[in-house]
């Protein structure tokens, strides 16, 4: 497995990651995109521990202790599935929470 560091602190909260993911995959594609990063976290993750972060462009998958995200942003701490969505070239991200 391979590590990268990610300084979020030199990156923007934003709300819109989940519609440029949809317009860049289409509607199916973006929900099946957070199926699998949820599944990436159940089967390699530890919850409280980890979450899944997505990329903007490749569609790629990886996990993020969630301990560097609270250091660096305002967490927001409630309960369920978290998804981090990443833009690295304009410096965006946005959490996703599952919604029920």
Same mark, same amino acid.
């Given at each position: ?7 979020? #602190?030199?990156? #923007? ?5 989940? #519609? ?8 199916e ?5 957070i #199926? ?40 927001e ?24």
């Amino acid at each position: 497995m391979k590590n990268i560091l990610i300084e979020l #602190s030199d990156f #923007s909260s934003v709300n819109n990651l989940w #519609s440029e993911l949809i317009e860049s995959f289409g509607f199916e594609k973006a929900k099946k995109l957070i #199926s699998q990063a949820n599944d990436l976290q159940k089967m390699n993750g530890i919850d409280n521990i980890t979450m899944p972060i997505i990329f903007i462009g490749t569609g790629g998958l990886a996990l993020i202790a969630i301990n560097l995200v609270e250091k660096k942003i305002a967490f927001e701490h409630r309960k369920g599935k978290k998804v981090l969505i990443f833009n690295p070239k304009r410096k965006t991200f946005q959490i996703l929470y599952e919604t029920k």
